[in-house]
């Protein structure tokens, strides 16, 4: 049985940094492109950002461009979100999800074929 586990939220200072983690077990994470989405109270799911199967490709959403950064290692069959200097509207549910594909267009970051399978979450609130 597939299962996504999400690590590493908490409560952090504006400019401060965490690191999410998504661990996988009951399936090998190799061949999939994966996603991190977040979902702020009130508000939609949105994407955050994408990686490749391999990890030689990776896309960010604008609002975390050049602040996230995600990464993976298949032999542990793991994804990571590198959040810096975050600010209080990245407060959000962050869900790492396991992608049907992701079509990498340059102006339509992480456009994916549908989800195959949701993590849990795991909260991120970024407050003084």
């Known amino acids: 049985q597939l299962q996504l586990v999400e690590s590493g939220g908490g409560l952090v200072q504006p400019g401060g940094s965490l690191r999410l983690s998504c661990t996988a077990s009951g399936l090998s994470l190799n061949n999939y492109s994966m996603m991190w989405f977040r979902q702020a109270p009130g508000k939609e799911r949105e994407g955050v950002s994408c990686?490749?199967?391999?990890?030689?490709?990776?896309n960010y959403f604008d609002s975390v461009k050049g602040r996230f950064t995600i990464s993976r290692d298949n032999a542990k069959n793991t994804v990571w979100l590198q959040m810096n200097s975050l600010k209080p509207e990245d407060t959000a549910v962050y869900y790492c999800?396991?992608?049907?594909?992701?079509?990498?267009?340059?102006?339509?970051?992480?456009?994916?074929?549908?989800?195959?399978?949701w993590g849990k979450g795991a909260q991120v609130t970024v407050s003084s």
């Open positions: 990686i490749s199967g391999s990890g030689s490709s990776t």
């Open positions: 999800a396991v992608t049907m594909g992701i079509s990498w267009k340059p102006d339509r970051p992480c456009l994916n074929y549908g989800i195959k399978h």
